[in-house]
């Protein structure tokens, strides 16, 4: 599959890192806020409010609960009183509840089964991203680092359900800038290598395995912005060229269609014939498709769902419109999916995890104004029982609406969005706006759902504009390439029509208009407060680029391979006429233009977006005498983790609005 870090500013909240030592903290360290300048900050928030910060960003008492593959297991995430998420397996049978992964100053990125007895985890070395996969008996016996390597992150590319103490992932170990598979004991942490990945002028970008481990294609990247992907009809046999496409093309296998005699047969996403990615199967012998299987005029396809009990049955494919779209294929989907709606009515309902015999489900259950409920579904018994609700104590009928949206922009695009609506305005009282703009900038979207952000927002009466602007994925090609080449220009464009349409819908002051973003969102706060200074009351600028030139020259190795795929999309600095558009896009170079208050945020250690892109905006700004309050945490990387870190930055952030949109 080709690997594209078009989406590499995709913000992440839930990154974290461990501290430092004072000798080693990066950054200009005389620039920070100090404590108590951040406590009266977040104290120009006044008045009494039915729900805390801590109600919508304090982490659930219990989250990420898995079966065991044979269900006779539970597993779960559970918090102590030092905020540290611990994971707990349950016999189902007996009762019994062990620790068996112990967080420390480390944050447990993710965790699964492996197999029956032992259970995988990621952590990283303090937010450089370079992960770690660790490895746990269910016991919490034989714990280990199996990929001990300082500098090396770790990618998980298949699990191999029979060969269960097996997984394929992949590592840039012998060469930072360039990933390669191995094939890894998950019991002593031995590898295989199963690959070469040495041409670094044409990398491989992307690996293909079938269930049972063989490597059957991979995409090697050519020209800097070209792909081919190469597929072999056996082990023994040579790879050839199968598909020649660009940066600007899909053509991806999902996964490999094991319900037919034929070994080539291959689910495929793309949008090669198509605005929008469709799901196609394709034989990889002949070079041919064999037949569409589903499209959506106006939304990419994401993907496909089969089982693995029957005989790898086709049971669904999925997508993102307005909400999230399952569309149930075979029978046994169909009667699952009749019975979720009976029971769950208009809720979305999301199947997070299954036995390997289909026996026991479990399904996630929330909509805008629900936070979210698990729910154990026995499919023996044809019963539902709740398991735990995230969040009790945020009442549904207390949460504000978050309404999907669509308009025109200036030059014929139809636009699509969210906005979070309070009470207040549904009461006819004019309120004031954030315009919220996603991380990316290309390839995520804002999707529907509850945002601990948004209703925190419409609980203090403020109304949140999320618009996916041209470039963002899902909207099929041709609206995502129309943001090539856009950033600073018409994405920001899309930004001003989207409040331009709030604006006529009657329930905003038009006088108090913030903006608000975290990651390329940060960009697009401070582009804004740069191109329209007039149109926004203030910004808030949260592990934001600001700087394009230093933004490139900060780039981690393993980005280097797709440096001419971001001159393609993003800008061309070895061009005169993108380094002139660059100049005038980057807002550290553009910093006398800002008059608004301002608030940065930035994780120290983030290696994404490196923390020379706040330093710069806060010194220059205060070398022209702006007050710039300034947030620096020293366990961060690319959004805050800690819970601590992420409660103090809300309540500085409502401090902020307060005294910008209030007074």
């Known amino acids: 599959m080709k690997k594209s870090i078009l989406n590499f500013l995709a913000f992440a909240i839930f990154t974290g890192m461990a501290a430092q030592e004072k000798t080693d903290l990066p950054g200009n360290t005389s620039l920070p806020s100090s404590k108590q300048e951040l406590e009266k900050l977040a104290a120009q928030e006044k008045g009494s409010y039915k729900y805390s910060v801590e109600d919508y960003f304090k982490k659930p008492m219990q989250s990420s609960f898995k079966f065991s593959p044979d269900g ?81 992150r770790v990618n998980i590319l298949n699990g191999l359900k029979d060969q269960k103490d097996y997984m394929i992932i992949e590592m840039n170990k012998d060469n930072p800038q360039v990933f390669e598979p191995y094939k890894i004991n998950i019991n002593t942490g031995e590898l295989e290598k199963l690959f070469e ?25 050519q020209n800097g912005t070209d792909y081919v992907l190469y597929y072999r009809l056996g082990n023994d046999k040579p790879f050839k060229k199968a598909k020649e ?127 979210g409920i698990y729910y154990f579904y026995d499919a023996e018994k044809d019963t539902f029982k709740e398991i735990f609700n995230l969040m009790p104590n945020l009442k549904e009928e207390d949460m504000a609406e978050m309404r999907p949206v669509k308009f025109t922009s200036r030059d014929g695009l139809t636009v699509y969005g969210y906005l979070t609506i309070p009470n207040e305005a549904k009461n006819g009282k004019k309120v004031p706006l954030i315009v919220n703009p996603h991380g990316g900038p290309y390839g995520p979207r804002d999707t529907w759902g509850f945002n601990p952000e948004t209703q925190l927002f419409a609980s203090r009466g403020y109304a949140t504009l999320q618009v996916n602007y041209r470039g963002s994925g899902g909207y099929g090609k041709e609206f995502y390439l129309a943001g090539n080449k856009q950033i600073g220009r018409k994405m920001l464009n899309d930004l001003e029509d989207g409040v331009a349409y709030v604006k006529s819908l009657g329930m905003i002051d038009d006088s108090k208009i913030a903006i608000y973003g975290g990651s390329y969102g940060g960009l697009a706060t401070l582009g804004s407060l740069v191109k329209t200074p007039v149109l926004y009351t203030c910004g808030v600028d949260y592990v934001g680029v600001s700087n394009l030139f230093t933004f490139f020259k900060s780039f981690p190795p393993y980005w280097k391979p797709y440096l001419k795929q971001v001159y393609a999309q993003w800008y061309d600095e070895t061009s005169q006429t993108d380094i002139e558009i660059m100049k005038q896009v980057s807002p550290a170079l553009n910093v006398d233009k800002i008059t608004k208050p301002l608030f940065v945020v930035q994780g120290a250690n983030d290696p994404r977006v490196n923390i020379n892109e706040s330093d710069q905006v806060v010194e220059n700004l205060r070398k022209r005498g702006f007050d710039v309050p300034y947030m620096v945490k020293y366990n961060e990387g690319h959004g805050f983790g800690h819970e601590d870190n992420r409660l103090e930055l809300y309540k500085c952030m409502m401090g902020f609005f307060a005294k910008h949109l209030k007074q």
């Open 72 to 152: 006779k297991f539970f597993s779960y995430m559970e918090k102590d009183n030092n905020g540290k998420r611990h994971v707990y397996v349950k016999n189902t049978t007996t009762d019994k509840v062990t620790r068996v992964i112990e967080e420390g100053k480390d944050l447990v990125r993710g965790y699964g089964w492996a197999n029956n007895n032992r259970l995988i985890y990621i952590m990283d070395n303090g937010g450089n991203e370079n992960f770690h996969l660790f490895a746990v008996n269910l016991d919490g016996a034989n714990q280990k680092d199996l990929t001990p390597f300082d500098g090396v």
């Open 197 to 221: 990945n040495t041409d670094l002028s044409n990398p491989i970008s992307g690996y293909d395995f079938d269930k049972d481990g063989n490597l059957k294609a991979y995409t090697q990247q």
């Open 245 to 371: 496409t660009n940066w600007q093309q899909q053509f991806a296998i999902l996964e490999f269609n094991y319900a037919t005699p034929n070994p080539h047969d291959a689910y495929v996403l793309t949008n090669l014939d198509n605005n929008t990615k469709e799901i196609v199967l394709y034989d990889f012998e002949k070079g041919k498709t064999i037949k569409k299987i589903f499209s959506n005029d106006t939304y990419d396809l994401s993907g496909t769902e089969t089982s693995r009990k029957r005989g790898y049955e086709l049971d669904a494919y999925y997508y993102t419109g307005e909400k999230s779209e399952v569309i149930p294929v075979s029978e046994t989907y169909k009667k699952l999916y009749k019975k979720f709606k009976k029971q769950f009515g208009d809720k979305e309902v999301a199947i997070t995890n299954v036995t390997d015999d289909e026996d026991k489900y479990l399904l996630y259950v929330g909509s805008d104004k629900l936070y």
